[in-house]
């Protein structure tokens, strides 16, 4: 990764045939790594060892701020358009396309579509589905972005990513009588992957 400092920037992402599509504002270069973790309502990258992000093969972007960092250009109406995938409490939808079967993003709370104006000059104003939430005390919604489904560039590669250690590892297979084990960078918890 070339050494430049960190800015916000339009990442644009979509399945395979193209039915879903994005744009994910993300601070690039990713500033994070073990010697300078993210704090609360910091973008993170990382991967958890829970079953349906490991079968799902989840590589885990998580947006700083869930209502203006991401925005899905297509379909309008993920609930109609896309497919669902809910396990365990069944408060979070992991939305996948149904030509393709390419799961892009993670979503729990209330969406809704808005006209914005996006920073990027080829976009201009556009509606968009997006997170609904005020930034306030109402319930914060949750977004997470598959990163693999992120187009490439050379600001977000995955594989330097895990190379210089700026993936998070996180511990959801331990039973709940155990004591979920600290996120770490070096390595994948057990039942995990790179």
Known sequence: MAETAPKRQACHGSCHCGLTQYI???????????????????QEVYRCNC???????MFHVHPANPRDDFML???LNPDHKL??????????NFYFCPKCGVRCFTFS???????????????????????KWDGGN?????VSVNGTTIDFR?????????EEKRVQYFDDRSEPEEKKKEARWERPHYGGSY
């Open 154 to 162: 050379e600001d977000f590669d995955l594989r330097v990513l895990t």
């Open 51 to 57: 079953s349906t992000c490991y079968k799902m093969n």
């Open 83 to 92: 497919s669902t995938y809910q396990c365990y409490d069944k408060k979070r």
């Open 73 to 75: 250009l297509s379909p």
């Open 24 to 42: 994910v504002f993300l601070t690039l270069p990713h500033p994070f790594s073990s010697s300078h973790p993210p704090q609360q309502d910091q």
């Open 109 to 131: 709370g209330v969406g809704e579509t808005d006209i914005v104006e996006l920073d990027d000059k080829k976009e201009g104003k556009r509606e968009v589905w997006r997170a």
């Open 138 to 142: 109402d319930t914060r919604p949750y």
